[in-house]
């Protein structure tokens, strides 16, 4: 029985890294390859990576015609896929893996009433130990957005990222995935439910034997492959070198701000988690001891700060690529916008900093606030409090104002020589953007209706508890509904930039691949509205189910069923258009990109609109109230 546990074991280890990439089981010496450059004149004759005189352009060596997905070494005529791009498709297959099957199984368990406890809890345990793909994945995303500004849009040809970075995110890539396996492993290898810290990383159960042992020593090697790999990265973003074939003697441009937020804030969200290992750690090898528990505690209240870390550092790549897009080389956006990137991420910072000084230094309490981001803090002296609550609200204020400019900028951005050629925002675009207002207006209303009753509590006026009462549950619910935005703007943002890197900029995901952006779009919305209409029927907040699903019934059974049919149609399209998407990044070709193949819509004769854009909702509204003022006079 042993034997067949370690081997069960050993083999899902195997087959996560296998899987992955295969770099730590190599089966043949790797190919080494020199490469000769001449200062100022790049790659000599004869070195893998000439291209005549080494300043040809982006797209001067592509073919738009090709329509072979394989890469050239496989006889196709596609370039081949990133790195980076490998690495965020990995982290996207997995996440949308776990979560269709889990959703599978919850559609099964509904519709025939056969209970499979083990198989949804085990699946449940599975979903958490992909809690890091969304931050990897921008991270991931910023460094290699970072390499092609640097290399004038053709990082593989100057060898960007480093390999060592490249490396290093296989590294992290390989960890979630290990973590992973070692969760559904856990219910053959020792039995019973396996438990999930909310790190993602397995809670292993006290056990004397040597399962027990292994476990414990590959769950500290994949944490420390996954923190390890993921600060080499930022490293690697921070030191990497311009060509001088791009650059000459010109000074390369910085960090981009939007980069540089990206990294400050995985610093953040990632130091948090490893400070609450390590405490773990500490505390099962020497006993819990009361400091122990009260910084087991602060930590873990600290998470609460960087939860909104992931979907920070997506608006700030999705800004920055807005601004790439009509400048390749130089864009960036506003020097407003910019700033608000840091002040964002410096809120985020500041409040971190409080939830660790307030009980050590000032000797009070943090609790966790009742919206997502926000800590409440509690001291003795009356004056200090009211200090730290003033300080507490300006943080969130800066915050919240601060990404709402940052969605501002997005819209108003234009071209500085000729605002006539400020090309269209792109699809992709359209669907982060759409993702990203429904996001932060969740926890902006939720935020805003908490603070009102607070000062209704503060005034003793109780006239409106009744609609607090039912409002606050009611957006805490449509949170559930917004889960899977990060993840899926991580998705759309990987597709188009594997569509501008083999087009030299220029194309755009496949027609039938749109449809299912926008359909997973329309799906997160749609069980959003259905969130703020629940409550007409039931005179109540709705219930929600892990899947940001509505699961109230009405009272009327017509309008039950329509809720049920709803909630199936909006799942379908979710986790359908993120498959779509994934098969999109391995099917693209140039000529798909470029629209002369691959236009055909993904359900066939139904074309699917665009999402509305949140600043032509508003223009339109402001249109249509000047024509119905103008008519009144």
């Not at 072979?68 to 006889?75: I, M, Q």
């Not at 414990?216 to 090697?221: A, I, K, N």
């Not at 441009?253 to 773990?280: D, E, K």
């Not at 926890?443 to 109780?462: C, D, F, G, K, P």
Request: overall charge neutral.
């Amino acid at each position: 029985m042993l034997r067949m546990q370690t081997v069960a074991l050993l083999i899902s280890v195997a087959f996560g890294f296998e899987t992955t990439r295969g770099f730590l089981l190599q089966k043949d010496d790797p190919e080494v390859m020199v490469h000769h450059k001449e200062p100022g004149n790049g790659y000599k004759k004869g070195s893998p990576l000439y291209k005549g005189d080494g300043k040809s352009t982006a797209s001067s060596d592509l073919d738009l015609t090709c329509n072979d997905p394989a890469p050239p070494a496989e006889g196709g005529c596609t370039p081949p896929v990133s790195t980076t791009m490998k690495c965020v498709i990995n982290l996207a297959i997995q996440y949308f893996l776990l979560y269709s099957a889990l959703a599978f199984a919850r559609t099964f368990v509904d519709l025939t009433g056969t209970q499979l406890p083990a198989l949804t809890q085990t699946l449940s345990a599975a979903c958490l130990t992909v809690n890091y793909a969304a931050m990897l994945s921008v991270l991931f995303l910023g460094t290699r957005m970072r390499a092609v500004q640097l290399s004038g849009g053709k990082p593989d040809e100057y060898g960007l990222p480093q390999w060592w970075v490249k490396t290093a995110m296989w590294v992290c890539v390989s960890a979630v995935q290990v973590q992973t396996l070692v969760v559904l492993a856990l219910p053959f290898v020792l039995g019973g439910t396996p438990k999930v810290a909310e790190d993602g990383t397995p809670e292993l159960p006290p056990s004397p034997g040597i399962l027990s042992k292994i476990l414990g020593v590959l769950r500290w090697v994949t944490m420390i492959a996954l923190y390890g790999g993921f600060t080499t990265v930022c490293v690697g973003a921070y030191s990497m070198e311009a060509p001088a074939e791009v650059w000459g003697d010109d000074k390369a441009p910085p960090v981009s701000p939007a980069v540089a937020c990206t990294m400050n804030l995985a610093m953040q969200y990632f130091g948090v988690y490893l400070a609450i290992q390590v405490v773990q750690t500490y505390s099962q090898f020497n006993g819990q001891t009361l400091e122990t528990r009260k910084l087991a505690a602060i930590l873990q209240l600290a998470t609460n700060t960087v939860n909104f870390a992931p979907m920070l550092s997506i608006l700030f790549i999705g800004a920055r690529m807005r601004a790439l897009q009509i400048d390749p080389k130089f864009g960036n956006p506003q020097a407003w916008a910019q700033n608000c990137f840091y002040l964002c991420a410096y809120s985020v910072l500041a409040q971190l900093t409080l939830v660790i000084v307030v009980p050590y230094v000032l000797g009070g309490e943090v609790r966790k606030g009742e919206s997502e981001g926000d800590v409440t803090f509690e001291l003795p002296n009356p004056s200090l409090f009211a200090i730290l609550s003033g300080v507490r609200y300006l943080l969130m204020l800066s915050l919240y104002g601060g990404f709402t400019a940052v969605i501002v900028s997005v819209f108003t951005i234009e071209d500085l020589d000729d605002p006539e050629k400020t090309p269209p925002i792109a699809p992709a675009m359209q669907c982060v953007i759409n993702l990203t207002a429904q996001f932060f207006f969740v926890y902006l209303m939720l935020w805003v209706l908490i603070t009102l009753r607070q000062v209704a509590v503060s005034n003793r006026n109780e006239s409106y508890n009744g609609f607090f009462a039912k409002a606050i549950p009611t957006m805490e619910a449509a949170r559930a509904t917004v889960q899977f935005a990060p993840m899926l703007s991580v998705l759309f943002l990987g597709l188009r930039l594997r569509a501008l890197q083999i087009t030299g900029s220029k194309g755009q995901p496949q027609k039938w691949a749109q449809d299912g952006m926008f359909l997973a779009t329309y799906a997160v919305l749609v069980q959003m509205l259905m969130v703020f209409i629940t409550p007409l029927f039931t005179g109540g907040p709705p219930k929600m189910d892990d899947d940001g699903n509505v699961v109230s019934q009405p009272g009327n059974k017509y309008v039950a069923y329509t809720v049920v049919a709803i909630r199936y149609l909006a799942l379908l399209c979710l986790y359908g258009g993120a498959v779509t998407c994934v098969v999109a990044l391995f099917k693209i070709t140039p000529a798909a990109a470029m629209g002369t193949t691959g236009a055909d819509n993904l359900v066939p004769g139904v074309t699917v609109p665009a999402p509305a854009n949140p600043a032509d909702t508003v223009a339109d509204a402001g249109d249509a109230a000047s024509g119905a003022v103008s008519s009144f006079f």
